[in-house]
């Protein structure tokens, strides 16, 4: 996991409320991936960004969730009005350039979001 | 949609054995590739194999990919109470930027 850096690592939320899950890719890469894996499963495709722009967002629930990778600072996944379903972790992976084919992306260790 | 499914789900092993996984997907991809992941840990990348690769190893990995048959088989040998982790296999398909996994076969080596 040569230097992904999510935070926070676990987060609890009430129901209702947001969650905000950052990530900072591998220094020098411009691409970032997030995923989620629901307990006891693989994980799943959520959206794909490079700096400002969002490439691939065909796995984004159509509403509360929204996604950012903005030309400074890291990238956010913003979950606004949490449900119970909504607990999972949330994995980032970053790579240099684009498109995967091949080439090695990098994840890192995940938020566990717990909505209680 | 789900594209690699992992099987057995659940193995367990002694320490010294052998461990065989395996993985099938369904449409043509680029590459597979494998990865491992210790409980509550995030994923560490094993070994990619490309479409026109047949066998590839790596240390005391073995994989291997038949794609008329689209499917693939992960050989972990003479396996060790640390290999205890999660194993999934991930499927890159041309023109899709996105890997697709399965469920994970949750390995087990018993010391």
């Keep these: ?14 129901r209702g409320q947001e969650a905000r899950l950052r990530c900072s890719p591998v220094k020098g890469h411009s691409h970032v991936y997030w995923y989620r894996q629901l307990p006891e499963e ?11 722009n969002i490439i691939d967002e065909s796995g984004m629930p159509k509403e509360r969730f929204s996604a950012e990778f903005p030309k400074e600072g ?12 909504d607990s999972a972790a949330y994995f980032c992976a970053s790579s240099p350039r684009q498109g995967i084919s091949g080439n090695t992306i990098y994840f890192g260790e995940g938020s566990w979001l717990t909505v209680v | 949609s789900q594209q690699g499914e992992e099987d057995p789900q659940a193995l367990s092993i002694q320490e010294g ?21 210790n409980s509550g840990r995030g994923l560490v990348h094993l070994i990619l194999i490309r479409s026109n690769e047949r066998e590839k190893h790596s240390g005391r990995l073995r994989v291997t990919l038949d794609t008329s048959k689209k499917s693939s088989s992960l050989l ?36």
């Design chain 2, 76 to 111: 972990i040998t003479a396996s060790r109470a640390a290999d205890t982790a999660s194993y999934f296999c991930a499927t890159e398909q041309g023109g899709s930027e996105k890997l697709v996994f399965g469920k994970g076969t949750k390995l087990t080596v018993n010391p």
């Design chain 1, 74 to 85: 890291p990238s956010i996944l913003r979950i606004q009005q949490v449900v119970r379903g």
């Design chain 2, 17 to 37: 054995e052998n461990a065989t996984m395996n993985c099938s997907y369904k449409t043509s991809i680029n590459n597979l590739q494998w990865y491992r992941q």
């Design chain 1, 42 to 52: 693989g994980l799943k495709f959520m959206v794909y960004l490079q700096k400002e």
């Design chain 1, 1 to 14: 996991n040569a230097g992904v850096m999510q935070n926070p690592r676990h987060l609890v939320r009430r």
